[in-house]
């Protein structure tokens, strides 16, 4: 017995609003990559005073996504938007000493990033297997990275930035993964957003690892 006309199979449904929800996650995340990029130029000569403001500004807009999600997807576009202009002008005082001091290392960091985004997300996103658990391990191992950073201002350890750092890409390796399903499995168009700024997040902080243990290696 044919299905009647205009039929769509549930699975086919679910593969278009997959494939729908993908699109307009990563043209999302390359928004706020170009926003990213001129907060980071306007604020190239900013003093750190106003780049802390910036970034807490930055994550304001994180919050206020959360609750806009549910009501306005142009009100969590637009806090997307500012969340990507304000994040570059917190960073821009980091780039700008890299830009001066050693710029060979912003594009290897670059380009090791994009490999690392590239072979950790799309990995996530094949896999059949849940990531939950990896979800709450490295959220946890975050906490101690955070907590690890803290201690390092106050205590002189031996290659301390560098284990910091490589501590940083395998947490994120695990988070970047989790992100990807999540982007699969998500089947609301309205997380997109959201979706968006947790990847955009996952690539700027391994960016900043790899940057640190680049500029390490050349000195």
């Known amino acids: 017995m044919n299905p009647p006309y205009g039929y769509q199979s549930p699975v086919v449904i679910s593969r278009d609003r997959t494939h ?12 706020t990559a170009g926003l990213f990029a001129l907060g980071a130029y306007l604020g190239r000569n900013l003093t750190g005073g106003v780049a802390i403001i910036s970034y807490l500004a930055s994550f304001g807009c994180l919050i206020g996504m959360q609750f806009a999600v549910r009501r306005s997807t142009q009100l969590t ?11 570059g002008l917190a960073i821009a005082p980091t780039l700008s000493y890299y830009a ?3 710029p060979q290392a912003l594009w290897q960091a670059g380009g090791a990033t994009a490999l690392f985004i590239a072979g950790f997300g799309a990995a996530g996103y094949a896999t059949r297997r849940d990531l939950t658990v990896v979800a709450r391990i490295s959220f946890w191992a975050l906490v101690g990275l955070i907590i690890f950073g803290i201690v390092l201002i106050f205590v002189n350890i031996p290659n301390g930035a560098l284990i910091y750092s490589v501590l940083g890409l395998v947490i994120f390796a695990g988070l970047t993964m989790v992100d990807f399903q999540r982007l699969r499995r998500t089947k609301d168009v309205r997380s997109a957003p959201l979706l968006a ?5 996952d690539i700027l902080n391994v960016f900043l690892f790899f940057l640190q243990i680049v ?5």
């Open 20 to 31: 729908t929800l993908f699109a307009q996650t990563m043209g999302y995340v390359a928004l």
């Open 77 to 87: 576009v637009g806090l997307l938007c500012g969340f990507g202009v304000l994040i």
């Open 100 to 102: 001066a001091t050693d």
């Open 197 to 201: 700024a947790s990847i955009f997040l």
């Open 215 to 219: 500029s390490r290696s050349s000195r």
